[in-house]
């Protein structure tokens, strides 16, 4: 009874580690799976999946390392794994010339604009380039950490986050426009009653 007490088993050991390294994260893996499934009980379940598959690989972790980004992959991986059994994908050829093509002009993005004003903008964002966007400026990513998520080449996740970038800031436009903000010149933005800010 007493070495029980002082030594605790491996297993023992490696559950405390994942309690404290990657439990914490939950909450921003959740906010992920709902980009990605895009409804609740999915999301939540995809989650379950990963934490699952984190814990049965979690004596691969390296201590120390970012928690976050590797629990991220194997979302990615689950994911993934999950459409292949459920359709079968054909490989098509990428569309971002033909949407990029389409965009109008980067609008600036006026302080009024609220967070969820931010994230009704970002749902009418393509699937191709909010991704991207989600990854990078929501949840802090470098693009070396997302290409290797989405496993995609670094300049193409420049290109997308580009482009997605773009693509918000003319839905943001129009959230602008029905607080009274005209988006007038690049450099400023005009209320009604001709002030710019």
Not at 52 to 66: I, V
Not at 84 to 111: G, H, S
């Amino acid at each position: 009874m007493l070495g029980r007490l002082k030594g605790k088993t491996e297993e023992e050991r490696l559950w405390e580690d994942f309690e404290q390294e990657a439990m914490p994260h939950s909450a921003d893996l959740f906010r992920v799976a709902m980009f990605l499934k895009r409804d609740r009980d999915t999301a939540e379940d995809l989650v379950q999946e990963t934490m699952m598959q984190a814990l049965k690989s979690f004596h691969r972790y390296e201590k120390g390392t970012n928690c976050k980004a590797w629990m991220t992959t194997i979302m990615y991986h689950t994911h993934y794994k999950q459409l292949r059994k459920q359709t079968n994908l054909k490989l098509v050829a990428d569309t971002e010339e033909q949407i990029a093509a389409t965009l109008q002009f980067e609008a600036p993005i006026p302080q009024q604009i609220t967070d969820e004003d931010v994230l009704k903008a970002l749902n009418n964002v393509p699937d191709l380039f909010r991704e991207v966007v989600l990854l990078c400026d929501v949840e802090g990513f470098s693009y070396k950490e997302v290409a290797a998520f989405m496993d995609i080449p670094i300049g193409t996740v420049m290109s997308r986050l580009h482009r997605g970038r773009k693509v918000l800031r003319g839905e943001l436009a129009v959230y602008a426009r029905n607080y009274g903000i005209e988006p007038d010149e690049p450099e400023k933005v005009k209320l009604k009653g001709g002030n710019s800010i």
